[in-house]
T-cell receptor
């Protein structure tokens, strides 16, 4: 079963614009992670935010976590065509597995 | 440092056959997890192994099984293949048990059942 749910399912923007994706989850977590997947390939880890953290930055990425609302957001600033990919949030499940949402497909056009 | 290696990359099997997929984790990683990815269901968790023990299992029938060897390499087996088993199978390794640390994914094995 899916623990996380990303929103929107698809997002199309122009290069240079910001992209925001949201993730909601169902049960309490120890941490939340975001991954990127380029067309049919393996996933690449982007960022991990622990349950006691509210915000984390990595380059052009900013992740927020609101445990009271069981939600997280991923902001990509100044998007580039190379950011075109699917983005997934993942949460730990019972501390022994990483469970993924269905993802947001981001398309950045030049 | 070598990444996660999955073999084979592509596989075509006939309904009713069985298949074994292999995953070599990053050196030093003791946790290996397997996922099935399909357009309809997304990324579904299959199982996780840590130090040769299955720590967690997803909601899949008993036809799906796996194991982990003492060198942390892992295999998953699917018996009596069905058309619906066609998918991208992804393996991920991590230092600690799944969920606590970042996972490193292989490129996947694309299985087609005909």
């Amino acid at each position: 079963s899916q623990q996380g749910e990303e929103d929107p399912q698809a997002l199309s923007i122009q290069e240079g614009e910001n992209a925001t994706m949201n993730c909601s989850y169902k049960t309490s977590i120890n941490n939340l992670q975001w991954y990127r997947q380029n067309s049919g390939r393996g996933l690449v880890h982007l960022i991990l935010i622990r349950s006691n953290e509210r915000e984390k930055h990595s380059g052009r990425l900013r992740v927020t976590l609101d445990t009271s609302k069981k939600s997280s957001s991923l902001l990509i600033t100044a998007s580039r065509a190379a950011d075109t990919a699917s983005y997934f949030c993942a949460t730990d499940y019972g501390g022994t597995a990483l469970i993924f949402g269905k993802g947001t497909t981001l398309s950045v056009s030049s | 440092k070598a990444g996660v290696t999955q073999t084979p990359r592509y596989l075509i099997k006939t309904r009713g056959q069985q298949v074994t997929l292999s995953c070599s984790p990053i050196s030093g990683h003791r946790s290996v997890s397997w996922y099935q990815q399909t357009p309809g269901q997304g990324l579904q968790f299959l199982f996780e192994y840590f130090s040769e023990t299955q720590r967690n299992k997803g909601n899949f029938p008993g036809r799906f099984s796996g194991r982990q060897f003492s060198n942390s390499r892992s295999e998953m087996n699917v018996s009596t293949l069905e058309l619906g088993d066609s998918a991208l199978y992804l393996c991920a390794s991590s230092l600690g048990q799944g969920g606590y640390t970042e996972a490193f994914f292989g490129q996947g094995t694309r299985l087609t059942v005909v």
